[in-house]
């Protein structure tokens, strides 16, 4: 138990569906980060809300859209995916310095996405 | 630009020592994290390198160097628990954010 806890663990959708993955922290950190991985790929940050700012991968295509309301939650909107989405999500969380330094990331479980 | 590098796979005997290696090359430098993934679990965090030298904690140790762009993990007495990937990651001095690498998976045999 990380104290990060993500909700679905498995999800399966068409490239025509809307779905959405939620993250939730119980530790009381200011930073909340989404991560995909793939395989035989490094982790890919692709989102981040640290001091409340938000910070994003360029490179991280509009179908993916996040959401942010409070400090302790997290989601992550899918829409029209393509089959190469189809990876772990990660959710992570970390308390950082007010500088925006990233201290120790705490993991979620992740949410296995496949999309047909 | 930034750059990780990891070996792909390591195989090792329980009992044994083994050696991951990390060499890195970043836009800026501000901390190197050593994570452990089992398959199917969250990665969890091993250890954390921000000055030179040697960082020990049990059976697992860590070691930067900034000059030369790296890192490697030490883990002693292996045990077959030990079979698993092991993330290396910086922490970019401008973005001070965490870049990870592809990850070393590690295969502990009898």
């Known amino acids: 138990e990380t104290g990060v806890t993500q909700t679905p663990r498995h999800l399966v959708m068409g490239m025509t569906n809307k779905k959405s993955l939620k993250c939730e922290q119980h530790?009381?950190?200011?930073?909340m980060y989404w991560y995909k991985q793939s395989a035989k790929k490094p982790l890919e940050l692709m989102f981040v809300?640290?001091?409340?700012?938000?910070?994003e991968n360029n490179s991280v295509p509009s179908r993916f859209s996040p959401e942010c309301p409070n400090s302790s939650h997290l989601f992550l909107h899918l829409h029209t995916l393509q089959p190469e989405d189809s990876a772990l999500y990660l959710c992570?969380?970390?308390?950082?310095?007010?500088?925006?330094?990233?201290?120790?990331?705490?993991f979620g479980e992740g949410s296995r996405l496949t999309v047909l | 630009g930034q750059n990780i590098d990891q070996p792909t796979e390591m195989t090792a005997t329980e009992g044994a020592i083994v050696q991951i290696n990390c060499t890195y090359q970043?836009?800026?430098?501000?901390?190197l994290f050593w994570y452990q993934q089992h398959a199917g679990e969250a990665p969890t965090f091993l250890s954390y390198?921000?000055?030179?030298g040697l960082e020990e904690k049990g059976r697992f140790s860590s070691f930067l160097s900034r000059s030369k762009g790296y890192s490697y993990l030490l883990l002693k007495e292996l045990q077959m628990k030990d079979s698993a990937s092991y993330l290396c990651?910086?922490?970019?001095?401008?973005?001070?954010?965490?870049?990870f690498g592809t990850g070393t998976r590690l295969l502990v045999s009898p």
């Open positions: 992570a969380s970390s308390q950082d310095d007010k500088h925006g330094r990233a201290g120790e990331l705490f």
């Open positions: 530790l009381g950190h200011n930073a």
């Open positions: 809300y640290s001091l409340e700012e938000r910070v």
């Open positions: 970043t836009s800026g430098f501000n901390g």
């Open positions: 390198n921000v000055l030179d």
């Open positions: 990651a910086v922490r970019d001095g401008g973005f001070q954010k965490l870049v």
